[in-house]
């Protein structure tokens, strides 16, 4: 069974099983509730407006607060002598699927 979820403002296909790697979510529990907007299950496939009603997805948070690599940011101007170079580390969290339901 596959599955189709938003977090933040990205959009994902996740399996039971899977781990995916979304942005930073301020959650205090262990456990994390979507609600999928669509299933595809063999031949079936449910499609949501714009989320599917009594199904949900769970993951379990493996990792809280992940830091990626350094991006570097260089502003230049020609002829003026100037330069600017700053970065930036994107945080994220690691999730693992546990359980894709339909009501």
Same mark, same amino acid.
């Given at each position: 069974?596959?599955?189709? #979820?938003?977090?933040?403002?990205?959009?994902?296909?996740?399996?039971?099983?899977?781990?995916?790697?979304? =942005?930073?979510?301020?959650?205090?529990? @262990? =456990?994390? =509730?979507?609600? &999928?907007? +669509?299933? +595809?299950?063999? @031949?079936?496939?449910? #499609?949501?407006? &714009?989320?599917? =009603?009594?199904?949900?997805?769970?993951?379990?948070?493996?990792?809280? @607060?992940?830091?990626?690599?350094?991006?570097?940011?260089?502003?230049?101007?020609?002829?003026? /002598?100037?330069?600017?170079?700053?970065?930036? /580390?994107?945080?994220?969290?690691?999730?693992?699927?546990?359980?894709?339901?339909?009501?």
């Amino acid at each position: 069974m596959i599955a189709v #979820i938003e977090s933040g403002s990205k959009q994902y296909m996740v399996e039971k099983g899977h781990q995916i790697k979304t =942005e930073l979510l301020h959650s205090d529990q @262990d =456990e994390v =509730e979507f609600s &999928p907007l +669509i299933i +595809i299950d063999g @031949d079936n496939i449910q #499609i949501g407006k &714009p989320k599917l =009603e009594g199904a949900t997805v769970k993951a379990k948070i493996i990792s809280a @607060d992940i830091k990626a690599d350094k991006v570097k940011i260089l502003k230049y101007k020609a002829k003026k /002598r100037q330069k600017t170079l700053t970065g930036h /580390r994107q945080r994220h969290t690691i999730l693992e699927i546990t359980a894709i339901k339909i009501k």
